[in-house]
Each structure stands twice: as structure tokens, then as C-alpha cells.
T-cell receptor, first 112, second 117 residues
Framework: KQEVTQIPAALSVPEGENLVLNCSFT??????LQWFRQDPGKGLTSLLL?????REQTSGRLNASLDKSSGRSTLYIAASQPGDSATYLC???????????FGKGITLSVRP | DGGITQSPKYLFRKEGQNVTLSCEQN?????MYWYRQDPGQGLRLIYY???????QKGDIAEGYSVSREKKESFPLTVTSAQKNPTAFYLC????????????????FGEGSRLTVL
């Protein structure tokens, strides 16, 4: 059974800092790994999708990497801004395993 | 704009009542999903559908029912048999490669918050 872990549950950083959010998974046979952002009371917004054949994806100030052998994905946020404050969730699975398993998320607060 | 529309955004239910949450997508996606989100827990899959007129139970299907009569629509009914229905419900959709689920990017609606009075 796939388990996805995101530690720590909450993180507070000053504006301008570069930061890394971690996501660990137990079953390396994942089809893809997706990172989402969720604002309070809102749905999830897709940030980046990494297919199993890829090692990383980039969008603006965001970069996500995937290392299947170590069961780990990281989301790198460059030059953080107060507007980046939200909960960030990762989800892995899909393909032959079908089911997508979500982590519980990391709540990020960027202080002005 | 393409996307997923959920309604209503907020819903209140008395005990013993059935309620239906609407989910409509115009992304031309084959696969649609319903998730439940509770504080401190990850998203849990209720039901999913890969194609019209077909759907499968997820991890927590008891007390819920769905239909998939149109590609664009996947309504969720929360029945009186659901013992703890107060939660945030999220509908999602994705494209599909072959018979495999979750092979495409997953898109979510804005959610529906159900409260039992």
C-alpha cells in the first residue's frame, strides 16, 4: 500500500527565502507525482506534474524533482513571497497502480 | 474558460436527508473523481468513473452514491446512511491513457462544504 508523507506539517519563513518542501513515498512504482497548492476553503490547484520517466519539472519560481529510487520528491520555491502562503500537497501513484495517494500537506507561511 | 464547476459551495443538511453535490467539467476528460477532505487527514477517494455509465467505489464509498450519465457530469449524493457527512468535498477530473487511471494531470473544482445540522 502506497503511503505518502510530508514533513513538517507547517513551515514559516521570511520573505525572499529559497525553500524546499519534501514529499516521501513508500512504493517506487508510481506513474507520476503531482504537486498541488490549496488556499484556505478552496480547491486544489495543480502546480507541477512529473511523469515517472522524468526527473524534474519547472514552472516560474517552482521546480519539482522526482527520485523514484529514494522514494522522494521535492518542491523548490525560489525567492518566496507572502502570496506563496498556502498548503502544498503532493500525490503519487497512477498507472497500473491506478490509485493516487495524497500526503496531508505542508502549510507554508511566508512572513513579509 | 475550461474547468470544473462544483455547486453548491456551501450546503446544510438535516439528519436523515439525502443531498446531491453537482460537478460539471468542460475539459473533455474521461475520468472523474470525488474526494473527501477532513482536517488533519489526506484526501480520501469516494468514487471514480473512467467512462460514461461506469463508476467504481473508492476507499470510503459507504453512504454515498454517484451517476455518470454524461461525460461532463458526475454528481455525488450523500445519503442518510453516511454517519459523518460533515466535510469538504472535492471533485476532480483527468485525461486517461489506455485503461490506466491517474495518468494525466488532475484538475480540481473549488469544493463544496457540507455541514450536518
Amino acid at each position: 500500500k502506497q503511503e505518502v508523507t510530508q514533513i513538517p506539517a507547517a513551515l514559516s519563513v521570511p520573505e525572499g527565502e529559497n525553500l524546499v518542501l519534501n514529499c516521501s513515498f513508500t512504493d517506487s512504482a508510481i506513474y507520476n507525482l503531482q504537486w498541488f497548492r490549496q488556499d484556505p476553503g478552496k480547491g486544489l490547484t495543480s502546480l507541477l506534474l512529473i511523469q515517472s520517466s522524468q526527473r524534474e519539472q519547472t514552472s516560474g519560481r517552482l521546480n519539482a524533482s522526482l527520485d523514484k529510487s529514494s522514494g522522494r520528491s521535492t518542491l523548490y520555491i525560489a525567492a518566496s513571497q507572502p502570496g506563496d502562503s498556502a498548503t502544498y500537497l503532493c500525490a503519487g501513484g497512477g498507472g497500473a497502480n491506478s490509485k493516487l495517494t495524497f500526503g496531508k500537506g505542508i502549510t507554508l507561511s511566508v512572513r513579509p | 474558460d475550461g474547468g470544473i464547476t462544483q455547486s453548491p459551495k456551501y450546503l446544510f443538511r438535516k439528519e436523515g436527508q439525502n443531498v446531491t453535490l453537482s460537478c460539471e467539467q468542460n475539459l473533455n476528460h474521461d475520468a472523474m473523481y470525488w474526494y473527501r477532505q477532513d482536517p488533519g487527514q489526506g484526501l480520501r477517494l469516494i468514487y471514480y468513473s473512467q467512462i460514461v455509465n461506469d463508476f467504481q467505489k473508492g476507499d470510503i464509498a459507504e453512504g454515498y452514491s454517484v451517476s455518470r450519465e454524461k461525460k461532463e457530469s458526475f454528481p455525488l449524493t450523500v445519503t442518510s446512511a453516511q454517519k459523518n457527512p460533515t466535510a469538504f468535498y472535492l471533485c476532480a477530473s483527468s485525461s486517461r491513457q489506455g485503461d490506466f487511471l491517474n495518468t494525466g494531470e488532475l484538475f480540481f473544482g473549488e469544493g463544496s462544504r457540507l455541514t450536518v445540522l
